[in-house]
């Protein structure tokens, strides 16, 4: 099923606690903080026991300190993210345009004073890891044995090199490398993220802030660093464990999916834009895209059915019509 224009109403459970066993997962990316945002309303409406926030959460392009704490000041000003904090538990990740400059990684100069920024406005407890570590990875989980959720937080900026660029196309044009040495996460992330990947879970959802399944586009995505991608699916299929890849900044939507080898499909939810969608099709190829594109403001719902031991993998809009849906079993 790929196009389902219905109403949803979601009843929310209490705030999300890492006990909690959730009923919805939210998700979404780039939200200009400086333009009208009616989608968060519509995404309150829902309660959502989780939302996640995938990156460009806001659109902060800083070069200098003052240029960081006034992005910020304009994000807080959005009284909608006010009440989602309140309504939902909140966890976020960044891309480019709120970590530093536009496609940036591990160059941009002011990445300490970002990631002190990023962590104080996300309200991260004063002693957690990501206060001493270096870069904003992490995972929680949720639930009990036999609903138990593990969310992984990918950090894609602060340790990445610079795609390499292809010297006949325009600007924000890149081509895959060649060098073994280029990374996505940098060594310490990797370490971290193969040991969370060794815990045991019902389900796992993967968050990162760029595309991982698409190989075609000429954009930011995985596959720009083929070497690390492949290392990414490999350490994905090693475990039977129902996996989804969250992603965004494509500034549209899209659903993805991979057969792996385990015989448990593998599926990619790109979420993009809360309210800088561009608004027209798209002939951005991906061969391993379900059904349509979506053009519109839209964010990414996740139903989770104990019962029947599915995940509804939902892509919704302003009018909560879900625009985009595709079904995951999960094991008995």
Not at 310 to 322: F, G, I, R, W, Y
Request: aromatic share 8%.
């Amino acid at each position: 099923m790929v196009l389902v224009l219905v109403s949803l109403s979601v009843a929310s459970s209490a705030f999300a606690q890492a006990d909690a066993t959730l009923s919805t997962l939210a998700f979404g990316s780039c939200l200009r903080e400086t333009q009208p945002a009616p989608i968060l309303d519509t995404i309150n409406s829902l309660r959502p026991d989780v939302f996640v926030f995938l990156g460009d959460n806001a659109y902060i392009d800083a070069k200098t300190p003052e240029a960081i704490a006034a992005g910020y000041a304009r994000l807080e000003a959005l009284d909608q993210l006010a009440d989602l904090k309140r309504i939902s538990r909140v966890l976020a990740i960044w891309d480019d345009h709120d970590y530093g400059i536009n496609d940036c990684g591990n160059e941009y100069p002011l990445k300490q004073l970002s990631q002190r920024a990023f962590l104080d406005f996300w309200n991260e407890p004063k002693d957690s890891p990501r206060r001493t570590q270096e870069g904003i990875y992490t995972s929680y989980f949720f639930g009990e044995a036999g609903k138990r959720v593990h969310v992984v937080m990918l950090d894609t900026r602060y340790f990445r090199d610079l795609p390499e660029r292809d010297p006949e196309q325009a600007r924000r044009r890149y081509i895959p490398t060649t060098d073994p040495t280029k990374t996505v996460l940098g060594q310490a992330q990797w370490t971290w993220l193969e040991a969370e990947l060794a815990e045991p879970c019902d389900v796992r959802m993967i968050a990162s802030s760029i595309q991982v399944l698409p190989r075609e586009h000429q954009f930011e995505r995985w596959g720009k660093f083929p070497h690390e991608r492949d290392r990414l699916l490999a350490l994905i299929a090693k475990s039977d464990t129902p996996t989804v890849l969250l992603s965004g900044d494509r500034h549209h939507a899209e659903i993805s999916k991979l057969d792996q080898p385990n015989n448990t499909p593998l599926f990619e939810i790109t979420s993009s834009s809360l309210n800088t969608s561009r608004g027209n099709n798209t002939t951005e190829p991906n061969a391993h895209r379900v059904g349509q594109v979506l053009t519109v403001n839209n964010f990414g719902l996740i139903r989770f059915d104990w019962d029947k031991r599915t995940l509804s993998l939902q892509l919704v809009d302003e009018a909560k019509a879900v625009r985009l849906e595709q079904t995951l079993n999960l094991k008995p």
